[in-house]
């Protein structure tokens, strides 16, 4: 009877799909020690285009929706930080990592998805988030995903070059960074025209619903969860954004008479998450 053939026996291109669906960190930092066919396959330049783990278990949805919009604690579930919060206070030193990363995935035009977190300095050194950002919109055109959870330090001049490079951006988690404003949704829905999910948690400007309901032909995640949204903003987005099919509005200590706005807005927006 015929021995099966050993795992490291496969081809590398198989071994490479299989290893874009593991996390980041086991593609850095355990898949490339199991035996020289693996470390060969885990420098196939596929398995670097995106910082989030390519499973299909989320039933009617990316990993990707997941990992920067749905999860409620998607920055400690769907991703996994390779360096486990260990952040350097060196500003080039992130620099270089995301760099490091881009040249494995060959180059930054195959780059998707980016969660800059693990790259900027630690909490107290020279912020390096607007240099990150520049490099970013320099190498990575064909980028459709970007998480801006935990920075707070980018300029606006910085934010812009990444709306304005990445004109394929689909999903920006802006999670509780002060880039969630009136100005960068306007320059958002004109220079990135397939724009389908955005999440937002804190504080909410009063003139975010206006810039957010106007623009986005394509909106259909968006995530509020344990911000500041309030009954007329919400009014706002479920009567003018046509194409939304998920809401998460949980945790949203400004609404009040939100249940008559969601029992309306439930007829056509087919997932609506509330407490």
Known sequence: MDRKRPWEAL????????????????????????????????RHPPCWASMVAENHYFPGNSAADFA???????????????????????PHRGLASLQGLIG????????????????????????NDGAILFLIAEQCPNLKHISFHGSYNASQAAILEIIHCCKKLELVDFSDSPYFNASILEELSISCPNIRGIRRNGNLEPSFSRALSTGFNCLKLVN?????????????IVTSCKKLCYLDVTGCQGLIYYMHIIKVASAKIANILYD
């Not at 980041?24 to 490339?32: A, C, E, T, W, Y």
């Not at 920067?68 to 060196?90: I, K, T, W």
């Not at 494995?104 to 912020?127: D, K």
């Open 11 to 42: 081809p590398n291109l198989a071994l490479a799909n299989i290893f874009c669906r593991t996390s980041i960190k086991d593609r850095s930092h355990n898949i490339p020690f199991v035996c020289r066919s693996w470390a060969h396959a885990a």
């Open 68 to 90: 920067f919009l749905l999860d409620s604690h998607s920055n400690f579930a769907s991703f996994v930080d390779p360096y486990d919060g260990r952040r350097s206070p060196h």
């Open 104 to 127: 494995r995935a060959g180059g930054g035009a195959a780059v998707t998805s980016i969660y800059f977190f693990p790259f900027l300095t630690s909490a107290g050194a020279t912020p």
């Open 224 to 236: 509020f969860s344990n911000s500041t949204l309030v009954d007329k903003d919400l009014l706002k």
